[in-house]
C-alpha cells in the first residue's frame, strides 16, 4: 500500500473573525403568567417581549456592513473546525477589501453617532499564521476536510437539495485550497464537481415539467465517497492516509 501524507503548506493563517455590529435595539421582557405542566411538576412561564430600534435604516445598514465582511471571509478563506483558513496571498487580497470596507465602518459610526443611532459596527480580522510543524492543526484540518465530505454525501444521498447547494456555496466552496497537491488535491477537487453534478440531477428532476425518467435519479456519489476515504485514517495517530 502506498501512503499519501497530508501536509501544512507554509504560509498558511487561521482567521478568527472579529467583525460585529451592536447597540440601537433593546428588548424588554415583561412577565405575563405561570402554567403548570406535567401533572404539577414542571412550570411554563409565558413572557412578553418588546423590541425597540431607535434607527431602522441605520440598524440595517449597520448589519450589512458586518455581513459583507463575512462574505469576504467566505470568499478568500476555506472552512476548517479551527475557523476559516487562507494562504498568505489569500490574506492579503482579504485584507485589501476589508480596508475598504473598514473606511466604510468609520463613516456609518460617524453617521450614525451624529443621528443619535446606538448601533456601531467593527470589521477586523486577527491572523494567526499556523506552523508547519503543527501536527494537530494539520490533522485538525484534515478531519475538517472528511467531515465536510461526509455531511456533504449526506445530503445529496438523502435528496436534499437546497441544503448540499448551501454548502457547495459555502464550506465547499474553497476546500480544495487545504490541500497543497498531488493526489489528494485531486480527490477533493473530483468530489467537488461530483456533488455538483449531482445538484444539477437533483434540480432537473424537481421541475414541474420533469420527465418521469429524471424524477428519481440514481445519484453517482463514489467521487466522493473514495475522497472521504482518502482522508479517514489522518487523526488515527500519524497522520497519514492509505491510498491504494
Wanted: net charge neutral; hydrophobic share 40%; aromatic share 4%.
Amino acid at each position: 500500500m502506498n501512503k499519501q501524507t497530508y501536509t501544512l503548506t507554509p504560509g498558511y493563517f487561521v482567521l478568527l473573525d472579529t467583525s460585529s455590529g451592536s447597540g440601537g435595539v433593546h428588548y424588554e421582557r415583561e412577565y405575563q403568567q405561570e402554567l403548570q405542566i406535567n401533572d404539577g411538576l414542571g412550570v411554563a412561564r409565558e413572557f412578553r417581549t418588546v423590541k425597540t430600534v431607535d434607527h431602522v435604516e441605520l440598524c440595517k445598514r449597520g448589519d450589512a456592513i458586518v455581513a459583507c465582511a463575512r462574505h469576504l471571509l467566505r470568499k478568500h478563506g476555506s472552512y476548517t473546525s479551527l475557523g476559516y483558513v487562507a494562504s498568505s496571498d489569500k490574506l492579503a487580497e482579504l485584507e485589501t477589501e476589508l480596508h475598504k470596507l473598514r473606511e466604510e465602518a468609520a463613516a456609518f459610526n460617524r453617521q450614525a453617532r451624529l443621528q443619535r443611532c446606538g448601533r456601531r459596527v467593527r470589521v477586523g480580522i486577527v491572523p494567526i499564521e499556523i506552523r508547519i510543524d503543527n501536527e494537530a492543526a494539520a490533522i485538525e484540518i484534515a478531519r475538517s476536510i472528511r467531515d465536510t465530505l461526509e455531511l456533504l454525501h449526506e445530503r445529496l444521498a438523502a435528496h436534499e437539495l437546497q441544503k448540499a447547494d448551501v454548502m457547495l456555496k459555502t464550506k465547499c466552496k474553497n476546500l480544495e485550497r487545504l490541500v497543497p497537491g498531488g493526489i489528494l488535491k485531486f480527490s477533493v477537487r473530483d468530489a467537488v464537481t461530483c456533488a455538483k453534478a449531482a445538484v444539477t440531477a437533483l434540480r432537473k428532476a424537481n421541475r414541474k415539467n420533469a420527465k418521469a425518467e429524471d424524477k428519481d435519479p440514481e445519484l453517482d456519489l463514489v467521487a466522493i465517497e473514495s475522497a472521504i476515504g482518502m482522508f479517514t485514517d489522518f487523526d488515527a495517530g500519524d497522520g497519514l492516509a492509505e491510498v491504494a
